[in-house]
């Protein structure tokens, strides 16, 4: 994984993890790597990856089992809520960088329309 030196490798870490949920990557229950051997395989200290664990761990993300480690949440409807949170945070980036470039919401549909046409193969 290569880091960006502008944000706090410990969001990029979760942000990573968020996406191996919603795409199914990592699925309800399943175990994650030790601290130890998920810092040596990102290539980060190991307080990071801990700190990652406890901050998914309070957003009810990940939960430990004491003495045999960590997990995915086994809730459906969380990881759907993650999911939601992650395409609005998506649809505001988009909205706000076409309308500081001067683009309408009406324009903002017909680019939807026309990039979702062209990855269908319809134009």
């Known amino acids: 994984m290569e880091f960006n030196n502008n ?3 410990y969001i ?7 996406q191996e949920i919603v795409t199914s990557r990592l699925k309800p229950g ?8 998920y810092s040596v395989e990102l290539g980060i200290n190991f307080n990071t990856v801990a ?3 406890k901050e ?32 609005k945070k998506q649809i505001e980036l988009f909205v706000s960088g076409m309308r500081q470039i001067g683009y309408t919401k009406k324009d903002m549909i017909k680019f939807i329309e026309m990039e979702n046409d062209y990855m269908e193969g319809e134009i």
């Open 12 to 18: 990029q870490v979760m942000e990573k993890i968020k």
């Open 51 to 53: 700190r990652v664990y």
């Open 30 to 37: 399943d175990k994650m790597p030790s601290s130890r051997d």
């Open 56 to 87: 998914m761990e309070m957003e009810e993300l990940l939960f430990t089992k004491r003495g045999l480690g960590t997990f995915v949440t086994e809730s459906s409807d969380r990881v759907e809520r993650l999911r939601l949170e992650m395409a």
């Open 7 to 9: 944000i706090p490798i």
